[in-house]
């Protein structure tokens, strides 16, 4: 769906071969995420932070956090078995460019596993700090969690942002957090990267606000829009998420403006494989 925009060949194919940038991918390749960043620098009011991010994963456990030797040690074993695994992605289980250890994973990478699609999901927060390095290291596919661009009604969502060593709070958190996160978007764009929005649903707080979400990262250049129903917990435990019905009219409303992702699987921070699967319970020994 959407409108075809001229991509470069490197561009297309971190699209073709990416499970959640392109459909037709989801069947044949897989993606493989690194659980090396457990820190978060913000407090969203549906996380509980006992479990994986949930801007991008579904809550259950909480995945086992490896250090960026683990990891590097993870891939080279998953690339051997697995060679449809195209796309190494880290995902948390907090925010991964909140922690040092992401580059560090991402650095490794890059000196032996240059060719698989480098990608990595934020809440936006450090992305125009991080863009730089970001682009060293060959991540071409980013996901930003955007859940309003009005910070009346961001300061619904957060309950805090840190920001240089202070905890800022209500319209002000909510407003460094959106001016990053546009900033950071705008950078990535133009640094030709794939970038994905996730927009969690959260109805009686953005739910009339989504198409405005949609048409600002549209006219921005996103390559695709994710929809997330919430998960209620936390501060909004008693929110009632939108029914399957109630998400596909929302997705509906927003494809006039933006590409739609309609195959998510909410997959945990370490999952590996193709989307849907985890293959690493059979192959791997869990603690
Ligand atoms: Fe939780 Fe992710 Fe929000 Fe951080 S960004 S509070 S880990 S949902
Ligand atoms: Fe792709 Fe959704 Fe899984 Fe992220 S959570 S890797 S977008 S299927």
């Known amino acids: 769906d959407g409108e075809e925009v001229p991509y470069d060949p490197e561009q297309l194919r ?62 080279r074993e998953v690339m051997d078995k697995f060679p449809y695994i195209k796309v190494i992605g880290i995902a948390g289980p907090g925010d991964p460019l909140a922690n040092e250890e992401t580059f560090e994973t991402l650095k490794l990478l890059k000196e032996e596993f240059p060719t698989p699609i480098k990608c990595l999901s934020t809440n936006g927060l450090m992305l125009p700090e991080s863009i730089d390095k970001l682009v060293e290291y060959d991540v071409g596919n980013i996901t930003v969690t955007l859940n309003a661009v009005d910070p009346e009604i961001g300061e619904k969502i957060y309950s805090f942002v840190e920001w240089d060593g202070k905890k800022l709070h209500g319209r002000e958190a909510a407003e460094k957090l959106l001016s990053q996160q546009l900033k950071g978007i705008e950078m990535a764009v133009a640094n030709k990267m794939l970038v994905k929005i996730n927009t969690v649903y959260i109805p009686g707080i953005n739910d009339h606000h989504i198409v405005d979400i949609a048409k600002t990262v549209g006219e921005m250049g996103v390559f695709t829009f994710n929809l997330i129903p919430v998960i209620p917990q936390y501060k909004f435990k008693d929110i009632t998420p939108p029914t399957g019905k109630e998400k596909k009219e929302m997705q509906d409303a927003c494809l006039p403006y933006v590409r739609q992702m309609r195959h998510c699987k909410r997959c945990r921070s370490d999952a590996i494989g193709l989307l849907g699967e985890d293959v690493q319970d059979c192959i791997f020994k869990r603690e």
């Open 14 to 75: 971190k699209i073709k071969e990416h499970p959640c940038y392109s459909k037709e991918a989801c069947h044949k390749f897989g993606r493989m995420h690194l659980a090396v960043a457990p820190k978060c620098n913000i407090q969203c009011n549906y996380c509980v932070r006992d479990y994986d991010c949930v801007n991008e994963s579904r809550p259950g456990v909480c995945s086992k956090v490896l250090n960026p030797q683990e990891a590097v040690e993870l891939v």
